[in-house]
């Protein structure tokens, strides 16, 4: 079965770090783009990072541009997602998803909870 | 602060057939970059609906389609049933933004 399984997500206070990871499993892992897609409950979607199959290229969205970094280990099929110096409006549930050949979101994971307060 | 528009909500009876726009502009689906389209149902994470304008993925009912004019899209449910009601996002890439990847406003549809 074609999956990811996100983990990681916490209550943590402003300007503190926190680390997210993702699974995959049931497809070449390294085959693909991977993305981090967040959203606050009830609101809409924004897209924050995605990484290159190779790990190669790296791109972020300007709000969090800096203050997170996206890495994978194709070794152990998995994505990351280091965010440091939180703020509150990160607080969001963070999906990752795998980019297909026809550059949409094909798969989505089921989220991890971030909610930053103090 | 998305640059894809949609309407808050949409509505319809049962069997009848209702639209989702998308409005976006010169810098991302008037440029041509592909519109694709997510359908969330409650409390679950969002599912990819239709790709590349109007594709469907494999177990996607054929009663969604989409279409593209100009700087817009559309997705369109034709014979809406109970399990339709979601909410619905269309999603391209933008130029304009360092922000590249950007997704619509959302939408709810509602089945009376």
């Known amino acids: 079965e074609v999956q990811l399984v996100e983990s990681g997500g916490d209550v943590v206070q402003p300007g503190g770090s926190l680390r997210l990871s993702c699974v995959a499993s049931g497809f070449s892992f390294d085959d693909y783009t991977m993305h981090w897609v967040r959203q606050v409950p009830g609101k809409g979607l924004e897209w924050v990072a995605l990484i290159s199959w190779d790990g190669g290229s790296t791109y972020y969205g300007d709000s969090v541009k800096g203050r997170f970094t996206i890495s994978r280990d194709n070794s152990r099929h998995s994505l990351s997602l280091q965010m440091n110096s939180l703020r509150i409006e990160d607080s969001a549930l963070y999906y990752c998803?795998?980019?297909?050949?026809?550059?949409?979101?094909?798969?989505w994971g089921q989220g991890t909870m971030v909610t930053v307060s103090s | 602060q998305s640059v894809l528009t949609q309407p808050p909500s949409v509505s319809g009876a049962p069997g009848q057939r209702v639209t989702i726009s998308c409005t976006g502009s010169?810098?991302?689906?008037?440029?041509?970059?592909?519109v694709h389209w997510y359908q969330q149902l409650p409390g679950t994470a969002p599912k990819l609906l239709i790709f590349?304008?109007?594709n469907r993925p494999s177990g996607v009912p054929d009663r969604f389609s989409g279409s593209k004019s100009g700087t817009s899209a559309s997705l369109a449910i034709t014979g809406l049933q109970a399990e339709d009601e979601a909410d619905y996002y269309c999603?391209?890439?933008?130029?304009?933004?360092?922000?590249?990847?950007?997704f619509g406003t959302g939408t709810k549809v509602t089945v009376l």
């Open positions: 998803a795998q980019e297909g050949p026809d550059d949409a979101f094909d798969i």
């Open positions: 590349g304008y109007n």
């Open positions: 999603q391209s890439y933008d130029t304009s933004l360092s922000t590249s990847y950007v």
């Open positions: 010169s810098s991302n689906i008037g440029a041509g970059y592909d």
